[in-house]
């Protein structure tokens, strides 16, 4: 479990929605012990039966044995306290995507782990350089972005700002691959390597259909067909949800003014009538209930 230099052993994970369950359950599937903490008991029950259901699911395919699987539960702690995560080697933050909130937990966790403990940060479109200011030593702040659902995608970008100490960012690194997860790593710029990307595609997908250039169906087929990805661009937005995606854009583009990610103009007028893709049931498809084959 060591990686260069830390001795990583216990993991704390703040926050577990949707993302922060699926990371708790990595550190734990990997013998990590992990100080899962959520706001109140009702959050904090989601979270574990979110970990439980995880593991049933590897379970019935196969994918890990019931002894395993009660022995990385058992591997977690939950808990309301986020003073509990004062002995930690690393936290790990994965709270709402709002920066005074994050710098808000970042100020308290500054208070209570060690000067050694490193904190971290799972945020997919806000600056690790503005979350790190909140604390007394931006130098141990690093951001690592998982990939949703975390259990299951192999990346991880490990986000460096200009202060983060480069041993940290070995060592942090070193603790992706002991997870068998592939670390890439970048500076802090909006989208990191792998959304800055997509998103610039996905958005000249949505200029294409707006401007009739070619039917849903043909710009999804050909991507599809022709580039061997899993799914076309508009289905994808569809599944990402519209208003989700719309951000992420809007986000990018106010940091980087870079024309590729300003937003499509139909995305905002989809946003605003409510389609919002599968999860409404309408978005460039339709979609006969939320998650439905496509239908029309
Ligand atoms: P979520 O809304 O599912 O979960 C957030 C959780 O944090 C909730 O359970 C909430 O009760 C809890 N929380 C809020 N404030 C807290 C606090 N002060 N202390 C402890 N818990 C607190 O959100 P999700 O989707 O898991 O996103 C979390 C972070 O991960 C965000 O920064 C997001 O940008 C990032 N992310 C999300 C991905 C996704 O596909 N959903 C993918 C990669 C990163």
Do not use: W
């Not at 993302?19 to 990595?26: F, Y």
């Not at 937990?105 to 208070?111: G, I, P, Q, V």
């Not at 997870?179 to 970048?186: A, D, E, F, G, S």
């Not at 989208?191 to 000249?204: Q, S």
């Amino acid at each position: 479990m060591t990686s260069n230099g830390r001795d990583f052993r216990t993991i704390g994970v703040v926050g577990l929605g949707t993302m922060g369950a699926g990371i708790a359950e990595v550190f734990a599937r990997n013998g990590y012990d992990v100080v899962g903490v959520e706001v109140g008991e009702e959050s904090l029950e989601r979270g574990r039966q979110h970990v439980q259901h995880s593991t049933d699911r590897a379970v019935k395919r196969g994918k890990l044995s019931p002894e395993d699987q009660a022995t990385l539960v058992g591997h977690i702690t939950f808990t309301t306290s986020l003073e509990d995560v004062k002995g930690c080697d690393l936290v790990v933050e994965a709270i709402v995507e709002q920066l005074p909130v994050k710098q808000e937990l970042f100020r308290r966790l500054d208070a209570v782990v060690g000067p050694e403990t490193v904190l971290a940060t799972n945020t997919s479109s806000l600056s690790v350089t503005e979350i790190s200011t909140s604390t007394s030593s931006p130098g141990r702040v690093i951001g690592v972005h998982f990939f949703n659902p975390a259990p299951v995608q192999n990346l991880v970008e490990i986000v460096r700002t200009v202060v983060t100490e480069p041993d940290v960012l070995e060592d942090v690194a070193g603790l992706a691959r002991s997870l068998n997860k592939t670390p890439v790593i970048c500076g802090d710029k909006a989208g990191f390597i792998a959304n800055a990307l997509l998103f610039g595609y996905l958005n000249h997908a949505v200029a294409m259909y707006e401007a009739k250039y070619a039917s849903r169906e043909d710009i999804d087929a050909a991507m599809r067909f022709g580039c061997g990805y899993p799914m076309g661009p508009l289905a994808l937005l569809d599944l990402i949800g519209l208003d989700t995606a719309y951000e992420i854009l809007d986000t990018m583009y106010k940091q980087g003014r870079d024309r590729l990610h300003a937003p499509a103009p139909i995305l905002k007028q989809m946003v605003a009538a409510g389609l919002l893709g599968r999860k409404t049931g309408r978005g460039f498809y339709t979609y006969e209930a939320p998650d439905s084959p496509i239908v029309v």
